[in-house]
């Protein structure tokens, strides 16, 4: 049974960092895309990071890019997505999906398995 967990959300404040963990049991991911999404109250989920494969592309949205850093730990069978320099325009639910290594990084739809997805505050 494939399963995802993230952890690691909180309230943190304004220029300070969280690490995110995706947990992943029923599968290897190693050779399936890890997705990073959020989504705000009232806003539609959107892609923040992506890596493809353990050998793949790595692609970040723009409004993350040179804060976070995505990551795979292949023996631990779990992906982290390090957040630094965080803004309170980064709060957000953030989910980690599963999906072939050919979706398109950020479009949701492509992906198969979701977690349940963690909480992050950016808040003074």
């Known amino acids: 049974q494939v399963q995802l967990v993230e952890s690691g959300g909180g309230l943190v404040q304004p220029g300070g960092s969280l690490r995110l963990s995706c947990a992943a049991s029923?599968?290897?991911?190693?050779?399936?895309?890890i997705g990073w999404f959020r989504q705000a109250p009232g806003k539609e989920r959107e892609g923040v990071s992506c890596s493809s494969s353990s050998y793949g592309n790595i692609y970040y949205a723009d409004s993350v890019k040179g804060r976070f850093t995505i990551s795979r730990d292949n023996a631990k069978n779990t992906v982290y997505l390090q957040m630094n320099s965080l803004k309170p325009e980064d709060t957000a639910v953030y989910y980690c999906?599963?999906?072939?290594?050919?979706?398109?990084?950020?479009?949701?739809?492509?992906?198969?398995?979701w977690g349940q997805g963690t909480q992050v505050t950016v808040s003074s």
């Open positions: 999906a599963v999906g072939p290594p050919t979706v398109m990084a950020f479009n949701p739809n492509e992906y198969d398995y």
């Open positions: 029923g599968f290897t991911l190693d050779v399936y895309a």
